[in-house]
Structure formats: C-alpha cells, structure tokens
C-alpha cells in the first residue's frame, strides 16, 4: 500500500517537534541533565493529590459533565475573576480541557475556515502554527525581537495584518523566551484590533509566573476586548500538574459553546480524577501555599540562570515570565541546531534549540531552569567547560 496516497498532507506537511528531539536523543543516553522539557520539578501539591486520592476511594470514576464539573467551573470563574479581573459565566463561557493544548485546539477549530490567516508572534510555543495547519488556516509569523524584550510591537502587528486575518495569538508569558506584554503595551495592541473581526486567543498558561512585582496582565480585561478573546488557561506550570493534564478556555458564549461541541465528539470529558484534584488546587489555602513557594523558587532561579549565562560570554535576556531562559549562542559561530547536538553529545547536556520554536529563533537556546539548583549547577559547570572548549579548538 502506497501509504503517500492516504496520509494528510496537512499532517505530513508538518515537522515534529524540536522538543521532543533532544528529550528523546537524551533518553538514550546515560548521564544526560535534560533542561529541555518545561516541566516543574516539583511533585503536585499534596493537598492536591490527597484530594485525588480521597476520590478514587470514594468510587467517583464516572463521566463528568461535558464542560467539566460544575464546582469546579464555579472555581475556574473565581480564580479568572481574582487574578485577572474578568468575571466568565461558568455554564456557559468556560470549558474545561484536556490540558491547555486541547483548549487551543478547540479554540482555532472553532473559528476558523479554510485559508483564514492567524497571526503568531515568534518565537513562541511549537504547537500553535501546527494546530492551525491541522484546522486548515494559515499561520503567518510575526518576529518578535530581543532588542523589544520579545514584545509584540505596534507596528509589526499592522505590517502582519491583511483582510484574511482572522485572529491573533498573545503568548506571554512566552515560552521559550520570557517575554511579558504589560498592560500599557496590551493597551496598543488593542486599539490596533479595536473596529475589526480580528478574534484574539491569550495563552495565559503562564501568567502566575509574572515576576518583577508587576502582576499578569489580560487584554481580555481592557475595553472591547472581552467579546473578542479566548482566554487559555491551565494547571500544568502553575501548580506542577503536568501529568494531569487539565486545562481550560474561558470566552463568549457563541465561541465556547462551538467549542463544546467538538469536545463533545472527540474527547467527551475530561479525567474525573483530575477535576477533583483541580477543585483543591484553585481552593485549597495549603496549595496556595505550596504554589506561592514554587513561584519564589522560580524567581530565584532566573535570577541564577541570567547571570551564569552572561558570566559565561552569552548575552542572556532577563526572562520577565514563564520559567525559561533563550541566551544567544551567535558568539559561538554555531547554528542552534548545531550547539545543542554537540553540547549533548559531548557534555550530555540537552537543550533546544531556539528554531524549534519558528525560524526567528535562530542563534537562541531554550534552557527550562524548572529543576533543583543542583540539576542547574551541574549543567551549567557542564555548559561553561563545553565553550572552554570550543575556544581552545
């Protein structure tokens, strides 16, 4: 069988990951210190997985309702309302997913048409230009520059605009650069989206992961803007629930409810195990706690990753969010390809390269510092020795 004949060209037209690359290059091979995979080192608060646990003793294994159980619906609408300051109907403008992703995906199947454009700010998570492939739009990067902290900028959204853009994508916090948009700076966005059919998607994954004292700004908050957004959220970053993969969208009606519908046919529901875990996460003064350390940890090793890279001779942006540091690796006359395959072959590092995340990555890394100070320590011994190295060649 000619398998070339039965496959999807939307599918086979796209790349795996850059990712899953060098985290699977690493499982096969011993004494790797993998700082490739954003994920948080930390183990799910246990009042959380106490909540877990007390479930599946009590037998709750059944379906829940489509759009995710209604208590926690109710706690997804108080905890959007308290951080970012908008106040979604739970029954009827929040959905709860198989972790962000699903939301995503659910969100640009939603809305668009064949040959819809959407517009995404690069460098940025690997899976959006995909998905938006898989639904039979366009993806139509838009460069982001360290020079602007990685910001989206006025102008370049207008210079990216055309009539058959159907929607803009707001990654910030920004995986894998750090790049945080401010409310004045979603304030300029704004007014250039303001008067069009432009819907917005917010991956707000990472937005308690906001550092400097400002706190996470939402453009779905600023005038006319709620009507237009999808806010994307999830329990993965911020509460160390990788594995448990739950998420959720919250927007108007008339989107979430097209939303529902295809989560109804592909998915059902989401684990019951894990919304119960999920209604002790966003309610429990104990996790709260245990998220509120996670976070300072965090803070703390940016702070040590920003200066052991420019100690190093890489001119390292101080990431504003997220938990992700993307130094500039040009000095070494490498590609980003080129850097991390020997890096890992010959110090047994594993990092990613920053095309992994759109063309404009290009002499970037991506270094996840999710992990212990001693994981990062020892990596970064590791790193420094292989530029050492390279000098003396």
Known sequence: MNYNNILSERVTGVEFSGIRKFFGLAETMDNVISLSVGEPDFKTPWSIRRKAILSLEKGHTTYTANAGMAELRERIREYTLATIGVDYCPKTEIAVTVGGSEAIDLAFRAIINPGDEVLVPEPSFVCYSPIVSFAGGIPVPIVTKQEDRFKLTPNALKAAITPKTKALILPFPNNPTGGVMRRD??????????????????????????????????????????????????????????????????????????????????????PTTSQYAAITALSSPEARKDVDYMIAEYDMRRRLCVKSFNDMGLDCFTPEGAFYVFPCIKSTGLTSEEFCERLIKSKRVAVVPGTAFGKSGEGYIRVCYAYSLKHLTEAFGRIEDFLQTMGDL
């Open 185 to 270: 700076e979603l304030l300029k966005i704004a007014e250039i989206i303001r008067g069009t059919n432009i819907m917005l998607l917010s991956d707000e994954i990472y937005a308690e992961l906001t550092y400097g004292g400002e706190k996470h700004a939402s453009i779905a908050t600023l005038d006319d803007m709620r009507e237009r957004t999808i806010v994307i959220n999830g329990f993965s970053k911020t509460f160390a629930m990788t594995g448990w993969r739950l998420g959720w969208a919250a927007g108007p009606e008339p989107i979430l409810e097209q939303m529902l519908k295809i989560h109804q046919y592909a998915i059902m529901s989401s």
